[in-house]
């Protein structure tokens, strides 16, 4: 199969320093109600990479529950292969690639559990499948058959059918504190604008332009 040229040229927009704000969470503000209005599938969509204490590293596909002024937030099984890597190593990445707007966010910091009342607030919320569901996954687990996971959906289907589903004690989020943002837009013949946000101190960052 030859994809040597498979190509795109970017020629949506460019990005100037003048047109940024000066706080990172703001300009991923504008950003994500972007890609939101342009009715992008899951753009809250994220790639989570981590590392084990080994440097070993993996990366997969997460969803932004929350995010303001102190982090971004998703949700998982504590005892995840993301959340073992986490707690050996809680240096994390997260990328949000919006490719219809040609745009990238890369966000570089450490991620940390929230409290078990905002992950019971959040458990709360979401649909009862999906509540079911994170009892019956021992998630990154080992199993024999979709069958067996479906057996557990349905045992726990039945345990909690008369009452609300609880928290599980080995669910909850975790809040991603960003040192950097990098934003990314194409541009074209690949010399895109890209901008460097490094936390300074608490209230301030440090903007530069990075080559292409």
Request: aromatic letters at 12%.
């Amino acid at each position: 199969m030859d994809i040597e040229n498979l190509r795109q040229q970017y020629t949506r927009a460019g990005l100037r320093r003048q047109d940024l704000k000066s706080d990172p969470f703001e300009q991923f503000e504008i950003w994500f109600k972007e890609a939101c209005a342009a009715n992008l599938l899951e753009p809250n969509a994220m790639i989570l990479a981590t590392a084990s204490a080994q440097a070993e590293p993996s990366v997969r596909t997460v969803l932004l529950k929350y995010f303001d002024r102190e982090g971004l937030i998703f949700f998982t099984n504590y005892e995840s292969r993301k959340s073992r890597q986490i707690q050996e190593n809680p240096q994390v990445s997260l990328l949000f690639l919006w490719l219809p707007l040609e745009r990238q966010v890369q966000i570089i910091g450490t991620a940390a559990k929230v409290s078990t009342a905002d992950s019971l607030k959040y458990f709360t919320a979401r649909p009862r499948g999906s509540q079911i569901g994170a009892w019956s996954s021992q998630q990154s687990s080992i199993i024999s058959s979709r069958q067996i996971l479906e057996m557990q959906f349905e045992q726990m289907k039945q345990k909690f059918m008369n009452h609300e589903v609880p928290l599980p004690s080995f669910w909850g989020g975790y809040r991603v504190i960003p040192r950097s943002f990098e934003f990314w837009q194409g541009r074209p013949n690949r010399l895109h604008d890209r901008f460097l946000y490094s936390r300074q101190d608490e209230q301030s960052w440090e903007v530069n332009r990075l080559s292409p």
